[in-house]
């Protein structure tokens, strides 16, 4: 069985550190690529600039995203993955800081999937790295790739 990647978008480096610390805890053997702002994902995600090579129906598994990016937030890379046709239905996961409601409506609005707020602790981050793994890896099922759309 094919490993799909996971798209972490995280431009805090302990954040990164601790998310990837706890996917390998948690065995999530997935290939994980991370970016580290909105542009960045933008790139990644539609084949461009630094990853003009990237096969752009090779869509993520999932999309783990930082709500707080700079260049372009979390909420706009949620917006351009929605508004296009190959990348539509890749489920989001917002990783947020952030308790606020607005910050919550506002995600779901765009079409975010879930959304998570990210536990300071280490442990109990390895637990929602856990979770998130069995969920979205290894029990959620994504439509087939959509090519030549």
Known sequence: M??????LVEDNPDDEM????????SRVANRIVVVRDGVEALDYLFARG????RVKEEVPQVVLLDIKLPKIDG????????NDETTRLVPVVILASSREE???????DLG??????????????????????????LLNQVPPVRRGI
């Open 18 to 25: 601790l998310t990837l610390r706890a996917f390998e805890k």
């Open 112 to 137: 975010a999937n879930s959304y998570v707020c990210k536990p300071v602790d280490f442990n109990n981050l390895a637990e929602a790295a856990h979770q998130l793994g069995l969920y979205w890896i």
């Open 2 to 7: 094919e490993k799909k990647e996971i798209l």
């Open 102 to 108: 607005q910050d919550l409506v506002r995600s779901y």
């Open 50 to 53: 630094a990853y003009a090579k």
């Open 75 to 82: 909420l706009g890379v949620l917006r351009a993955i929605r």
